[in-house]
């Protein structure tokens, strides 16, 4: 079945650090992907998405891009702050049948020093 | 536009309780999903109601149901409550009439059996 695979955390860095928090994934056809980002005691706020092959999705300061050839969608942003400490989640909705049904790797908790 | 709601925000209950948890979606959604957050699962997928029928479901005891009104708003249901049901309950919402949309999430429920 369709499945998505995060880096294990926890992921820390000093303020102004680049990060990247690597996401393959495992689903038939062409999913959407999504990164979700969850500060402590809220929901899942979206921070970006793509719909196809080679899609950049970016928000505040975030990418990730499609790559079909590699089954990835890994997040980067050039400098991290310290209000970017959060759990990040990675997420595809499949391309076919499981209507509403999101599909989330296991998360990767970012802490930012400063 | 005003998001999803949740209410209520937290609840403790005992074993063999039941629980009733209420969504809102974004005004125009159609498409309400619930999910269950917990350390050692992560975020699994409940079920995906529209237009007050339930379109999809996880893999989840029949102790945990779900319906949505003609408002759209969904409540989800947990009868005899294990301590095992203790997590964060999420919902989501989403325009897509063909559940490959994006979906924008709620504060939670945050739910404690004691």
């Known amino acids: 079945g369709d499945s998505v695979t995060q880096m294990e955390g926890p992921v820390t860095l000093s303020e102004e650090a680049f990060l990247t928090i690597n996401c393959t994934y495992t689903a038939t056809g062409y999913p959407s992907l999504f990164w979700y980002v969850q500060y402590p005691g809220e929901g899942l706020q979206l921070l970006l998405k793509a719909t196809k092959a080679d899609d950049k999705g970016s928000n505040k300061g975030f990418e990730a891009t499609y790559r079909k050839e590699t089954t990835s969608f890994h997040l980067e942003k050039g400098s991290v702050q310290v209000s970017d400490s959060a759990v990040y989640f990675c997420?595809?909705?499949?391309?076919?049948?499981?209507?509403?049904?999101?599909?989330f790797g296991q998360g990767t908790t970012l802490q930012v020093k400063p | 536009k005003a998001g999803v709601t949740q209410t209520p925000r937290y609840l403790i209950k005992t074993r063999g309780q039941q629980v009733t948890l209420s969504c809102s979606p974004i005004s125009g959604h159609r498409s309400v999903s619930w999910y269950q957050q917990t350390p050692g699962q992560g975020l699994q997928f409940l079920f995906e109601?529209?237009?007050?029928?339930?379109?999809n479901k996880g893999n989840f005891p029949g102790r945990f149901s779900g319906r949505q009104f003609s408002n759209s708003r969904s409540e989800m249901n947990v009868s005899t409550l294990e301590l095992g049901d203790s997590a964060l309950y999420l919902c989501?919402?989403?325009?897509?009439?063909?559940?490959?949309?994006?979906?924008?999430f709620g504060p939670g429920t945050r739910l404690l059996v004691l």
């Open positions: 109601y529209f237009s007050e029928t339930q379109r």
């Open positions: 997420a595809l909705l499949p391309y076919s049948g499981n209507t509403g049904k999101l599909i």
């Open positions: 989501a919402s989403s325009s897509s009439t063909s559940g490959k949309e994006t979906q924008y």
